[in-house]
């Protein structure tokens, strides 16, 4: 090509300078096609509480960390120990972001009076497999004694094979500030309803036997169904754990 060649008539000239402005204001003015924002889906807004989903944000992944891990330090610590808490904190948060849709609709999260106050997580059949963890969420500066208190930890107190039909609840907190204010029992009654429209029979939960928790699950109509005594539960620093279920 010759430089005759390249010149172009004014006309021409016009006509590639708007082509361009118009390419480059749809670079800026576009949204990039692989953001969606998290949008906030309420379940339950009566009085002071209110329920909703978990979202993919900073916030509700910092609060899911921090009251999921303070909820049951002793656990975390006889698993672990004091010092290891805000790593298991960080570790969390980490591990909570920028996952699968589904993932969050499995968290709820109860607001009071506009404060992140409690949370509720429940798995269905095959959700163990719809969410394996990733491979890039590792945390190097756990110590190798925490790392096999984690493990055993997570076998102790993850259901590895949800049945069909059936709705575990993970675990529930609430954060002590708000406790004894209803809140507990208002996220069993929202996640029941969720069970119902995944089309569950039955609800089930593990607890250990001396938690306080036991009373409020009995007043919801769940029954102890099975006793357990065994080295996984004395992970947890506890005897006795029992399983309760509840028909819906
Ligand atoms: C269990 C828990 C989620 C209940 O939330 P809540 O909003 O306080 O519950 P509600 O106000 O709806 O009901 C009150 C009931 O909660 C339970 N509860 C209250 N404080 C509790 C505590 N510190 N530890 C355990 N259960 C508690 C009791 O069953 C209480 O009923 P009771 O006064 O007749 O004993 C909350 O207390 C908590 O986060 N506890 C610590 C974490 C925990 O043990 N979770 C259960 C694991 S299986």
């Not at 190798?144 to 039909?165: H, I, Q, R, Y």
């Not at 039955?202 to 409020?216: G, K, Q």
């Not at 169904?225 to 006795?240: D, I, Q, R």
Request: hydrophobic content about 30%; some cysteine; overall charge neutral.
């Amino acid at each position: 090509m010759n430089r005759d060649q390249c010149k172009t008539t004014k006309q021409e000239h016009n006509e590639l300078l708007a082509k361009g402005k118009q390419s480059l204001m749809a670079v800026v003015t576009q949204q990039p096609l692989y953001y969606a924002p998290p949008v906030e889906e309420v379940l339950y807004n009566n009085g002071p509480i209110k329920i909703r989903k978990m979202m993919d944000t900073n916030e509700d992944c910092s609060f899911y960390a921090h009251l999921s891990t303070e909820a049951f330090t002793d656990k975390i610590v006889h698993a672990t120990k004091e010092s290891s808490i805000p790593k298991v904190i960080e570790f969390t948060r980490v591990t909570s972001k920028g996952r699968p849709q589904e993932l969050y609709d499995r968290i709820f999260v109860a607001e009071y009076d506009g404060v992140r106050a409690g949370l509720c997580s429940i798995a269905y059949h095959g959700d163990k497999e719809k969410f394996p963890e990733r491979s890039s969420d590792v945390v190097p500066d756990f110590d190798c004694c925490d790392v096999c208190g984690l493990l055993c930890l997570d076998s102790a107190t993850t259901e590895k094979n949800v049945p069909v039909g059936y709705c575990y609840i993970e675990y529930i907190c609430v954060d002590d500030k708000f406790r004894g204010k209803g809140i507990g029992k208002v996220l069993m009654d929202v996640v029941e309803t969720d069970a119902k429209h995944h089309n569950c029979k039955t609800m089930y939960l593990w607890v250990v036997s001396t938690n306080r928790a036991l009373n409020l699950y009995s007043r919801q109509g769940y029954f102890v169904t099975e006793n357990k005594t065994c080295c996984l539960t004395c992970m947890l620093g506890v005897k006795k754990a029992s399983r309760m279920d509840k028909p819906i």
